[in-house]
């Protein structure tokens, strides 16, 4: 059972436009959703993080939205650029078990 | 301020050898999480540990594949007698104690022979 869906699996986008790439959820009780940002060869590197009092968090170009109702969250890169080019993930964790449970990946092309 | 390390970056292993991959977390991190990577797949976590202890290892093969993170010294993920699909990269992470935030290391790329 996946639990955390990710969406598209691969995207290209032009530089200077927006990336969104979306994350569905099934168990209620995850209260912790990261975004990571990987580059081939490398580990994955913690962008941006949300919990779900909020239904929005914004750092630099990077936005997370999230929708409680809905159990999905996204994220936007606003003025994508060549170096944005990589693999980003979504997961979530709940307290109490901070064991991350990730999406399977979203492989992004910005086109110079 | 040193990320979390990982030793070594690249391990070749014959089939029926042991591999031992090695993680020491981030300056106050006390908690550590191995996660597996399989080509073309997201991360899938294996086991989390803190200090001479394992909290939840239910994401670990119950057989060959075993954890530690001693009082002194690294975290080690010990997988024995290795098959052809134990081949991917595993990444360790480390947390601070009450912190959701987890930080990753950059990988130890496992190939069996």
């Known amino acids: 059972q996946q639990q955390v869906k990710q969406s598209p699996q691969s995207l290209i986008v032009q530089k200077g436009g927006i990336s969104i790439i979306n994350c569905a959820y099934e168990?209620?009780?995850?209260?912790?959703f990261p975004w990571y940002q990987q580059f081939p060869g490398k580990g994955p590197a913690l962008l941006i993080a949300?919990?779900?009092?909020?239904s929005e968090k914004k750092e630099g170009r990077f936005t997370i939205s999230f929708n409680k109702s809905a159990k999905q969250f996204s994220l936007h890169i606003m003025d994508s650029q060549p170096g944005d080019s990589a693999t980003y993930f979504c997961?979530?964790?709940?307290?109490?078990?901070?064991?991350?449970?990730f999406g399977k990946g979203t492989m992004l092309l910005v086109s110079p | 301020n040193a990320g979390v390390m990982q030793n070594p970056r690249h391990l070749v292993r014959r089939r029926g050898q042991e591999a031992r991959l090695r993680c020491s977390p981030m300056?106050?991190?006390?908690?550590v999480y191995w996660y597996r990577q399989l080509p073309e797949e997201g991360l899938k976590f294996m086991v989390y540990?803190?200090?001479?202890?394992?909290?939840?290892e239910s994401g670990m093969p119950k057989e060959r594949f075993s954890a530690e993170f001693p009082k002194e010294g690294p975290s080690i993920l010990r997988i024995q007698q290795v098959v052809r699909g134990d081949s991917a990269a595993y990444f360790c992470?480390?947390?601070?104690?009450?912190?959701?935030?987890?930080?990753f290391g950059p990988g130890t790329r496992l190939t069996v022979t």
């Open positions: 992470a480390s947390s601070r104690q009450g912190e959701y935030e987890q930080y």
């Open positions: 168990n209620t009780a995850f209260d912790y």
């Open positions: 949300i919990r779900p009092d909020v």
């Open positions: 997961a979530a964790s709940r307290s109490g078990y901070s064991t991350l449970t």
């Open positions: 300056k106050g991190h006390s908690h």
């Open positions: 540990l803190q200090k001479e202890n394992i909290i939840d």
